[in-house]
């Protein structure tokens, strides 16, 4: 990135531009003049701007044409019975809960490119805006593709086991995973802040990378502890093994794992009810380095042979009650 001592436009200058690269033209239309333009109330499309995750703005400039054309879409969805009200909200809430946590990452990424670069001297504002203006459209180009791509092989999955269910209100069956670095809050305290943080990237970054390889789904990432679904519980395992494998250059990871079988609640990409709950808590009672996996998990799997399978006592589980649960961990040579 370019630098130069000048002193360039002030920092509100600054933000203007790069809002109106980033929104693709400057903030210029009231909540009355967006609602209007799309063919609204206020009243009908405030409920659509919260959903997205975003405060009221009162009297304030801050929409665009391209605000107004995505309220024109969902008005259009709402009038044509597309979609109902409540399917219009929950798509429009999960868009903007997914791209609300890519925007903070990313952020975060540009705040770190900014600090390296300023470290040898002013910052270049004009190359700066240039940069986002020329990188934007190419990176929304990659974004797409991406979503394309994970949208058609979650559909081919959901059309594979359409003809499985034994009726259509039967909640889908997967294999969940929780795995979490044992001893984090002491790590917390006696690495560095670089070491740390490190630590955790590499942590997420291979467990994705494990989980994609093996065509699982991760589900979402907590610091210290990732989620994970698969269909079969034998990848689940698979999983499992290789994430124990995980390196790390400070000090090796060494991780707690939990496995459980069973229906599970899909809602806007996340999982819930008791599956993911009995994943959760034998996450938490594993011992470092140990997978554990509940009956169904056991029951399931497609090549019992291929596992070293030690049973032990049954567990009080918090809202649960006893649970049977046994370590596992795929026998040499059959790790895939």
């Not at 967006?34 to 975003?54: C, D, I």
């Not at 990237?201 to 989620?227: I, P, S, W, Y």
Request: proline share 5%.
């Amino acid at each position: 990135m370019t630098q130069r001592p000048a002193e360039g436009p002030a920092p509100e200058a600054v933000l203007d531009r790069v809002v109106a690269v980033v929104l693709g033209g400057p903030p210029e239309l009231t909540r009355d003049q967006a609602s209007a333009a799309a063919g609204l109330t206020v009243e009908q499309a405030r409920p659509y701007w919260r959903a997205m995750g975003f405060a009221d703005v009162g009297e304030e400039r801050v929409f665009t044409h391209r605000d107004v054309e995505a309220l024109r879409v969902v008005a259009e969805w709402a009038r044509s019975g597309v979609l109902d009200e409540a399917r219009i909200m929950e798509i429009v809430r999960g868009l903007g809960q997914t791209a609300s946590r890519l925007a903070d990452w990313q952020v975060g990424t540009i705040a770190k490119v900014l600090a390296e670069a300023g470290e040898d001297g002013p910052i270049d504002n004009d190359a700066l805006v240039d940069g986002i203006a020329r990188v934007l459209p190419e990176v929304e180009s990659l974004l797409v593709h991406a979503w394309r791509r994970h949208l058609a092989a979650d559909m081919g999955r959901g059309l594979a086991t359409v003809d499985e269910a034994a009726e259509a209100t039967d909640l889908p069956v997967a294999s969940v995973g929780f795995a979490d670095i044992t001893g984090f809050t002491r790590l917390a305290r006696e690495m560095g802040e670089e070491d740390l943080a490190a630590m955790v990237t590499g942590f997420e970054h291979g467990c994705a990378d494990v989980v994609a390889k093996h065509g699982g789904r991760l589900v979402k990432t907590l610091g210290d502890e990732v989620m994970f679904v698969t269909e079969d519980p034998d990848t689940a395992v698979a999983i499992a093994a290789a994430m124990h494998g995980l390196p790390h250059e400070a000090e090796p990871l060494r991780l707690r794992i939990g496995l459980a079988t069973g229906r599970v609640i899909t809602l806007m990409g996340d999982y819930y009810g008791e599956t993911v709950n009995r994943a959760s808590r034998l996450t938490a009672i594993a011992k470092p380095g140990v997978t554990l996996m509940d009956p169904a998990t056991e029951e399931a799997l497609a090549h019992p042979d291929a596992y070293v399978v030690r049973h032990l006592r049954p567990r009080a589980l918090r809202g649960l009650g006893l649970v049977r649960t046994a370590s596992v961990v795929p026998r040499a040579g059959t790790e895939g």
